[in-house]
């Protein structure tokens, strides 16, 4: 499995308590109860786990969207 | 320098979350899950010159200060009543005051950047004892059409009385130019010169970037102020930072690990009014007897510029 894709999960396990099999690329942040804000604390783990920063986008919907969006700045 | 007195002043206009739902797309639950805020004060038939006056007069009362006492007065806003004259000139009639007045706008930060220029009034020997007021009605530039802005705001003021004596101990400030995802702008007047000249644009916000933007800075300004003096996060009996989101604070107050009760809040109560929450917030503390002699009191503030701002004091 995708490093960054395993990344997100393990911090959205971390601060939301949700089982970590249940979370999918194809899963929206909606779904999971996830807000913006929730995303942006997030954003700040992987921001220093992969030592880039990110700005986010609109558009960052799903787990696959900012799993690309990393993946695009990590280059 | 030292802290001599504080007041505030709201506004008499309360908006609960479920006002808002009339004009807006929005309910209690998304706003207060949000950002902790349930009501907010809006100027409605009261001015903004009225709020800066009425938290002036409390300040100066609580202080025991005469009103021919004060040398300077500096209001923090980030747009006041009238372009010109500055509000702090504006306001001087009423408090009985005539010495010189100027506006500071240092974005939500402006209170604390108003503190250190009192200071060194203050050390320079120019002025003895000042009035410092931030004023603020985010209602007159926030979008009223956006629901992930405008439901953050809320219009304050807030003053202290400060002259000389032992009290602030530092003060520091940083920032990361920024204006993209912080701004407003005014209305761009009718010169015959001006070549494409930009409306006026409402207030817009990148809820998310200033979130990790305040989150990160607080977090290293405050335990960098620890730091510089020796502290542990528990030698400081509150950190009163700008009231933006309760979200906010709560990420702060747990990177910190310290407990709740050295965390006041009152943004469920008064929503975001930029630079008047840190002293609104230290007045309601002062007046309901909670800063004893010898408290230790971190200020902290964030916002447009992107600016921050970090004062230690003792009571």
Redesign the interface.
């Known amino acids: 499995m995708n490093n960054v894709f395993q990344k997100i999960v393990d911090t959205i396990v971390d601060a939301k308590g949700i089982d970590a099999a249940s979370i999918t690329p194809e899963s929206s942040f909606k779904d999971l109860n996830v807000?913006?804000?929730d995303?942006?604390?997030m954003?700040?783990t992987l921001e220093d786990e992969f030592g880039i920063t990110i700005?986010?986008e609109e558009g960052v919907t799903t787990v696959q969207d900012l799993v690309n969006l990393i993946e695009r700045i990590k280059g | 320098m030292k802290i001599l007195g504080t007041g505030s002043a709201l506004p008499e206009k309360v908006v609960t979350n479920d006002d808002l739902t009339a004009f807006l797309d929005t309910n209690d639950e998304w706003i207060s899950t949000r950002t902790g805020i349930r009501e907010r004060r809006v100027l409605s038939h009261e001015t903004l010159q009225s709020l800066a006056e009425r938290a002036g007069q409390a300040a100066l009362e609580n202080a025991g200060v005469a009103p021919e006492e004060i040398d300077f007065v500096l209001v923090s806003t980030v747009q006041a009543e009238t372009l010109s004259p500055a509000l702090a000139c504006d306001v001087q009639p009423a408090l009985g005051l005539k010495c010189m007045g100027m506006d500071l706008n240092g974005g939500c930060t402006g209170f604390i950047a108003a503190l250190s220029v009192a200071e060194g009034l203050l050390a320079s020997g120019r002025a003895h004892k000042l009035l410092v007021i931030s004023a603020e009605a985010l209602s007159r530039f926030a979008d009223w059409t956006d629901r992930s802005t405008c439901v953050l705001f809320g219009d304050a003021a807030g003053a202290v009385v400060v002259g000389e004596g032992e009290g602030l101990e530092d003060i520091r400030f940083k920032s990361e130019p920024r204006r993209d995802v912080l701004c407003a702008s005014t209305p761009p007047g009718n010169s015959p010169f001006a070549i494409d000249p930009k409306p006026a644009q409402y207030l817009k916000m990148q809820g998310q970037e200033v979130y990790k933007f305040a989150v990160s800075h607080s977090f290293r300004d405050i335990r960098e102020m620890l730091e510089a003096h020796g502290l542990a996060a528990e030698d400081v009996d509150f950190y009163v930072l700008h009231q933006a989101n309760m979200r906010i604070l709560e990420a702060v107050r747990t990177r910190l690990k310290v407990d709740e009760t050295r965390f006041p809040h009152n943004i469920e109560r008064t929503g975001n009014t930029s630079s008047a929450t840190v002293p609104v917030l230290l007045d309601e503390l002062n007046r309901s007897g909670k800063l004893k002699p010898g408290c230790r009191v971190i200020l902290n503030a964030f916002g447009a510029g992107l600016c921050t701002g970090t004062a230690l004091l003792t009571w």
């Open positions: 807000d913006s804000l995303i942006a604390e954003v700040m700005e986010l």
